[in-house]
């Protein structure tokens, strides 16, 4: 169940209610593709006010496999996290990392990336797969294509996508009473490349098969950023007011504000913790790699006002001296800021939607992020 | 200052005072060579039980190099841990890890490991280093031979070991009042090979010189148990009973508990650490590797009596699918546990002491451990 608290145009402050609790939106969610956000513990992201993580079902499908995880009593016991848990359906990966994949109107069939099994998985698997984990949120299985694409080969992709999204739907209900009376939730994802009127169609289709979320997939994946503001901006525009919106993958902070401004609820990205390991850091007055030999003897924290684990307990010295020595704990402590940067920019940004300054703190991020 | 609480036979229960703390004797000391004991922060530290903790002199002294960690307040500041700090004087790095070293009586000429830069250093500016860094427990530059070495090749050595400590014992006074009123400790440490003779002869021209606790080097470098063991016991008969007593890079359950009943308070040893990312955890039941595929499907802790972040939070099958798909935070669990159960370790080696018992627990742990 999604409810909307306030509104600043297109901008909106909701509250998301899952099975594992309530989620504020707009939020940010850390991608913990194989059960673990890279080098946290489950109590760290505790520490950096994280609502809610994404994994992802094709990596945990390949390792450690459904059975395991069920009988772990599923992926929040396995993992040991008791907030709600998004999983990606693994469609992305299968098409981006997966050998010989092969895409029939029944699923897809691949070998793993891992060690050449093969597989076949279909839009109804992929939705047991994830009701088997006991996901809070279940994404359907859709056919991602590259960018560019031609508008024939998008459209038979979006084409298919809806397709398999009505199978996925009847999949879903099939569980139900059992999830959705508990609060488990199935997102749509419209496609359609980067044409506006593939996209407007594609929502319209989903929204009739009726979902409890809509997500934007396929976007920025190379496609020039005014272009990724207009699709947005378009597909958003026939979508419910009642219904949360997820654009996939992104984001930056200025993306994020750009995109929230434009109606998205709900974002992922590898960013802050692919960025944390590798020594970047994310501040109020933009980022900052910790490696420069400007921070050698350098003994404020990251950022002096933040209040995250990291910089109460340590200097850019001694961050960089881990970086510079190869050490693991270094990794640690810049993804672990980087989170509670993120999660502090959702707050902000939820509150300068509910008093009406996105603009504002539009403007302010713009200043150092581009 | 040491004071001895107990004894049981040889071996001793003990309170050590430093300028940063009492440390219970026997105690294990994790090995934190970098200013990071790998993986861990210096808050998992405190949650183990750690009392103190061995930096190591020659890397810090490459990096980040003696004038970051002054700037910084010293070697606790800079790694932000407020209780005792070892270092070791680096002699051994010097001789195993450096490049195109040469000893003369002056010092040791070598070039770093890391970029080929010409450095001397002398034991005065040896024992500076670590006056700077305000480490509570110094040690000084010793001569470290391979084994086996000649004998005549192995009293040259403890010769120029004991001339050096002599060199250091003046240096470390030098600083008096600033450290010893503090609370600041310099340790002399006996060589001698594996030949007993060398090695008392080395231990009573140490106490001469006085030092507020010996160490015994060049031990458990590749001489059989026996020997080690033989030679333990030759010198301690020497040492005085007032002084700590500290076995340089051992241990393993069974050495520590067998060197303990022969009269050794502290211990270093990479073997917690360096196993834990290996996977390999100590248990009470003798060491697992949570690798292994009977794993997989295990949701027990890896120890079920456990109080460690590690057990209280994560499964076997879960650690192991950390390890399985290359994981940090896997490295970081098992090291986690492992220093936890060092302390758990010490503890019950202490009580074993006090209650006129350690025979009982060598027994107990000789079952599991070899």
Request: proline fraction near 4%; charged fraction near 25%; glycine fraction near 8%.
């Amino acid at each position: 169940m999604f409810k909307l608290i306030s509104r600043d145009n297109n901008a909106r402050v909701g509250v998301l209610t899952t099975a594992h609790g309530e989620i504020q939106t707009p939020c940010f969610m850390p991608v913990g593709t194989q059960a673990t956000v890279k080098t946290l513990s489950t109590q760290d992201l505790l520490d950096a006010n994280i609502q809610i993580v994404l994994c992802n079902a094709y990596h945990l499908y390949l390792r450690p496999g459904v059975e395991i995880i069920k009988q772990a009593g599923g992926l929040h016991k396995f993992m040991n996290w008791n907030k709600p848990i998004l999983t990606d359906s693994g469609g992305y990966q299968i098409f981006s990392l997966a050998d010989l994949m092969k895409v029939k109107e029944e699923g897809v069939s691949f070998q793993s990336h891992l060690d050449g099994a093969k597989h076949f998985l279909s839009p109804e698997d992929v939705i047991k797969l994830q009701a088997d984990f006991g996901s809070d949120i279940i994404m359907p299985l859709d056919e991602c294509i590259p960018y560019p694409s031609e508008k024939d080969r998008a459209r038979q992709a979006m084409e298919l996508t809806v397709r398999w999204a009505k199978r996925s739907k009847d999949a879903f209900k099939a569980h139900s009473p059992e999830l959705t009376a508990h609060g488990y939730l199935l997102f749509g994802i419209v496609q359609g490349s980067t044409y506006p009127d593939l996209r407007v169609e594609c929502a319209k289709r989903l929204i009739e098969i009726d979902f409890d979320g809509y997500a934007l997939g396929g976007i920025s994946v190379g496609e020039p950023t005014d272009l990724m503001y207009e699709i947005i901006e378009k597909t958003i525009e026939h979508l419910p007011q009642d219904k949360p919106r997820y654009l996939m993958g992104v984001g930056t902070p200025l993306d994020m504000v750009e995109a929230v401004s434009r109606g998205v609820d709900m974002f992922d990205c590898v960013v802050p913790t692919r960025n944390g390991r590798n020594g970047t850091a994310f501040t109020w007055k933009g980022k900052l790699n910790i490696r420069g030999a400007s921070f050698a003897k350098d003994f404020a924290p990251i950022d002096e006002n933040c209040q995250c684990f990291t910089c109460q307990n340590h200097t850019r010295a001694y961050i960089r001296h881990l970086f510079n020595t190869d050490e693991i704990l270094g990794l640690r402590l810049v993804s672990l800021h980087n989170l509670f940067f993120y999660s502090e920019f959702m707050v902000k940004l939820r509150k300068s939607v509910a008093q009406a300054k996105t603009g504002e703190f539009e403007k302010a991020i713009s200043e150092y992020y581009e």
